[in-house]
């Protein structure tokens, strides 16, 4: 089951096209220490850095009705 929810995780332009763009961003990167000046560059451009979860939701998280009759602890 867990490997048909980690293909299911990656399907879709959102998830699955995501994969690419982090891996077309550690290419650009090339070696960790590249690292610092890549964050900089991209803040001072505006870009995004992927591979840090999912976007905040403006008006409301798809998921939350889903979610809402989950038991908390």
Not at 7 to 13: C, E, F, Q, S, V
Not at 18 to 27: E, P, R
Not at 28 to 45: N, W
Request: glycine fraction near 8%; hydrophobic fraction near 40%.
């Amino acid at each position: 089951m867990s490997v048909a929810a980690a293909i299911a995780a990656l399907r879709g332009p959102k998830h699955g096209g995501a994969t690419s763009h982090v891996l077309n961003m550690l290419d650009e990167i090339g070696h960790p220490r590249h690292v610092p000046a890549f964050i900089e560059s991209a803040k001072r451009d505006r870009r995004l850095v992927m591979g840090f979860g999912h976007r905040i939701y403006k008006s409301y998280d798809r998921a939350q009705p889903w979610c809402a009759s989950w038991p908390t602890r």
